[in-house]
C-alpha cells in the first residue's frame, strides 16, 4: 500500500488527529514506525527485530488436504452430511466457534487444562481474545496491570478500550509480586479497584522471561488473596524443552482465577489468524442464573468479527487432527528448531563477546531456555539514533526495549529475536553486533 | 457447544454479571436468545427470521481453486515467487490488507467509487470495519447518530465502546433529516457533538429501506451543514436491478464525508470473514503532516485483529479474479435470486392477503425492491408470546421488530426475511403466515 500524496486536496474535508481517539495517537507508534521505516531502509540488514516464525515450515502447509481432513471429522464424527460440511465451512457460524472441541481436548491432554469446549472462544489470533476478555471483564475505570517491559498486544488493546493500567515491573522471572500488592493498595486508595493481571509466564514476548514453579503458585495465591483474574498468555510455552516443563497457570489454577490465553500463530500458522481464549469462570446474573463467563466473551465477539472465519478454523482444526488432535506433536518440530537457534544465538554471543557475567563495561545478556527473545544490555541508550547507526555502518538490527516499559526504563536495553533467522544468519549477525559493540566500546 | 451445568462448583470464584462491561448485560441480548431458542425448538417451522445467504451458491466454492488462483496473481501481477506467495498467505501480514488493490478496483469499476488501495482497509467482515471506524472517530463522548430501526451490528459496536446513540426515525425512506437536525442541535446544546450517522442506504437491514436519489442528495448535504461524517454501510445495495441503480452515496461524496463500508458476506460466502472500510479522509496531525483515514483505522485493526486472515483474503481475492474482478459479476447470480425470492414473497403476500393498500385492519407490508427483508405490521403486539403462538399453532417464523427500535416503537411490527428459503417454503411459509393472520382476527 502507497502513501499517500502529501497534499490535502483543497475543498476536502481535514480530520484533526488530535479529535481522533487517543489509541492512534499514542507516541508508541511512532518507534513501531520508525522500526519499520528502518527495516524497510535496510532490507540486506541482519534483523533480530522481528518476532515472525520461521517460514521454512510453510513449505508443508496444504490448505485444500486440512481442509479436507476436518471436513471428513465433520462427517466422520459429527454426523454432518455434505451439506451440512458446507455449511459448517462457508455459513455464518456460532461467535463461540467451530473447533472447540478439538481445542479443549487438546488442552487437557497437553497442558492439562480441565478445558471444556463450553469453556473456550476460537477468536481472530489471541490480540481479539485479549481484547474481548479486556472488555468483558473491565468496567467503569476497572484497572489492568501489566507486566513491564510488556506485550504491546495488550497494552494496545486496554489503550483502545480506555482501560487504565498499572506497571509491575519484571525484573527477569516475572512480575515482582510486592509491587503488585502495592500498586494494587495504591489503587484501592484512590477509589478504584486493579481488576485483572496480564502475565506471559513462559519466555514472554519481549523480556523472555520463564516463571518457576514457586512463582506460579505465589502469583496465583497473590491473585486469590488481592481478588484479581490473571491473564495468562501462552503463545511461547510450546517451545519449553520436553524434560523441563513447567503447568501453566491455568493447570494449578483450583479456584478459577486464570483466564488463559492462546494462538496457533506459532505451533501452526500467522496467516490463519486463529487463537482461543480458555474462560471457565462462572458469571451469574441477577436473577441467580449462572453461565460461563465464555459466553459473555463470545457475546462481546459477536459485536467484533461475528465469527472467528470457519475456514480458518477448520484449516486449523485439519492440522491438529493431522497431528493426533496434540498442540505438542503439532508444535514441535517448531519448537526443536526455535531452542536451537536460541542456543545457537547464546553461542555465538559466548563465542563473539565471552561470557556475560565477566563482563565489566555494562554489556550483558539473558539466556533464556525456550521463546523467542532474549535481552541484551548495551553500555549506551539503545535509541533510534544508535539503531540506525548499527543498521547503517554494521548492517544489523535490532528492537529497542524502551518502548516495552510503562512508565520508563529500559532505555540502555534491546530485544534480539531469532525466530525467523537462519543459523548462518544468527552468527554472522552476532559477529556483526560484535564489532558494533566494539565500536561504542572505542567510542567511549 | 453445550450448556453448562447450572451448578457453580464449591470452592470456585463467581463473578457477578452486573460487574462485567454493559454490553454483555444489554436486553437486546435476551431478545436474541429468546430468538435463537424459538428457532431451535421448531426446527420444522419454516422460517422468515434469518438473513442468512442462501447456500446453494455453496456447492460451486473450490477453495483450492480460488486460493490458487489469486497466488497466479501475486506471481504474474505481484511478481512473487513461491517463497514469497506462501509468505503472503501464511506470514502475518500488513494490518491495512492484501487485496486493497482488487477491492479498490472493484470498487471504482462497478461502484463509481475513486478509491485507491491506500484508502481501503480489509477487515474481518465488515462489523469489524465498523468497530474500527467508532473507535477511531469517537472520542470523549462523541455521539453516534443510527438510523431507527438500527442495525444491531451497529448498536452493539457501539455499546462495546461506551459511545453514547441517538436515533433517527426511519419512516420508510431513510433517516428523518428534520430529526437528525434537531438531534445534532440537541446534543450541542448539551455541550457535545453529534460525529457521526451511520445509515445502510440500500434496502437496510432490518427496515427494507432505501433511499431515492434526492434523499441521497439531501443527507449528503446535511452532513457538510451538521458537520458529521457518514458511515455508509453497502451490504445489500448489490441486490439492486441492474434497470434501477443508485450511485452509493460514496459516489456523491465531493467532499470526503463518507465512510464506505461493505462486506463479500453476501456477494462471495459469509465463512470467509472478509469486510473492507474505503475511509479516504485526510488526517492532519499537530506538526502538519497528513495521512489518510485509513491509516488510523489500519492502525486501531493492528489491536483489535492484528490483521485479517491473508487466506481469507485470498480465497475472496481468487473468486473476484475469477470473476473478472468484478463485485458486481461475483454477485449477479446471488443478486437475481435474491430479487426472485422477494418478488414471490411479495406476490405469496399479495395472493394470500390482497393488496395491502386496501387492508383496513392493521395489517399491511412493505415491498421492497431489493435485499433481504420486507417490514410486515400486525393489528397486535407482535411480542415473543405471540411469536411462540405462532411457532407452535402455524409452523412459521418471524423476527420482532421491536428490539430494533431505539427508544421505543415497532411493537406491532416484524420482519420477514426470504434470502434462505426455496420458492415452495416461501409459499407454504406466506399460507401458513395468512392463517395466523387469519386467526389474529378472529381472536379480536
Known amino acids: ?93 456460532p461467535s463461540q466457534g467451530l473447533i472447540n472441541d478439538l481445542v479443549a481436548e487438546a488442552l487437557r491432554r497437553d497442558l492439562q487444562i480441565p478445558a471444556q469446549p463450553q469453556d473456550v ?48 515491573q519484571d525484573l527477569g522471572a516475572g512480575p515482582d509480586l510486592e509491587v503488585l500488592r502495592s500498586e494494587c493498595a495504591r489503587v484501592r486508595a484512590l477509589g478504584g479497584r486493579v481488576r485483572s493481571l496480564y502475565v506471559a509466564p513462559d519466555f514472554a514476548n519481549p523480556s523472555g522471561s520463564r516463571l518457576d514453579l514457586s512463582t506460579r503458585k505465589a502469583l496465583l495465591d497473590h491473585a486469590e488473596r488481592l481478588d484479581l483474574l490473571v491473564l495468562e498468555d501462552s503463545a511461547y510455552a510450546f517451545t519449553a524443552a520436553d524434560d523441563a516443563p513447567l503447568p501453566t497457570l491455568k493447570a494449578l489454577d483450583t479456584t478459577s482465577r486464570v483466564v488463559h490465553f492462546g494462538t496457533f500463530a506459532k505451533v501452526a500458522i500467522p496467516g490463519a489468524r486463529v487463537g482461543y481464549v480458555v474462560a471457565d469462570q462462572w458469571v451469574r446474573d441477577g436473577s441467580g442464573d449462572v453461565r460461563r463467563l465464555a459466553v459473555d466473551l463470545a457475546t462481546a465477539k459477536s459485536m467484533v468479527t461475528v465469527n472467528t472465519s470457519p475456514i480458518a478454523q477448520a484449516l486449523i482444526g485439519g492440522m491438529l487432527l493431522t497431528h493426533g488432535g496434540s498442540l505438542a506433536t503439532l508444535g514441535r518440530a517448531k519448537a526443536d528448531r526455535y531452542r536451537e537457534n536460541l542456543r545457537l544465538l547464546i553461542a555465538a554471543l559466548r563465542r563473539h563477546l565471552g561470557d556475560p557475567a565477566d563482563r565489566v563495561d555494562g554489556i550483558g545478556w539473558t539466556e533464556p531456555t525456550g521463546g523467542f527473545f532474549l535481552r541484551m544490555r548495551l553500555p549506551v541508550p539503545a535509541d533510534e539514533a544508535l539503531l540506525h547507526r548499527c543498521a547503517s555502518e554494521f548492517g544489523v538490527l535490532w528492537t529497542p526495549m524502551q518502548a516495552f516499559y510503562i512508565g520508563g526504563g529500559g532505555e540502555r536495553e534491546i530485544r534480539l529475536s531469532c525466530s525467523y533467522l537462519k543459523p548462518a544468519q544468527i552468527d554472522e549477525g552476532v559477529r556483526r553486533l560484535a564489532l558494533f559493540l566494539a565500536d561504542i566500546d572505542a567510542r567511549d
Open 121 to 168: 472462544v476460537i477468536t481472530v489470533g489471541c490480540q481479539e481474545a485479549l481484547v474481548l476478555a479486556l472488555r468483558v471483564l473491565h468496567r467503569d475505570g476497572d484497572v489492568l496491570a501489566v507486566v513491564s517491559p510488556s506485550y504491546v498486544g495488550v497494552t494496545g488493546a486496554a489503550r483502545l478500550l480506555d482501560i487504565p493500567v498499572v506497571a509491575v
Open 1 to 93: 500500500v502507497a502513501a499517500p500524496a502529501a497534499v490535502n486536496p483543497p475543498g476536502v474535508v481535514g480530520l484533526a488527529a488530535a479529535e481522533l481517539h487517543p489509541s492512534v495517537n499514542d507516541p508508541l507508534l511512532d518507534s513501531m514506525n520508525f522500526l519499520n521505516e528502518v527495516m524497510d531502509r535496510y532490507p540486506d540488514a541482519i534483523s533480530f527485530a522481528p518476532g515472525a516464525p520461521d517460514e521454512s515450515f510453510f513449505v508443508d502447509i496444504d490448505v485444500a488436504a486440512y481442509l479436507q481432513r476436518f471436513s471428513d471429522y465433520l462427517c466422520d464424527v459429527r454426523g454432518l452430511d455434505q451439506a451440512g460440511i458446507r455449511r459448517a465451512l462457508f455459513q455464518y457460524g
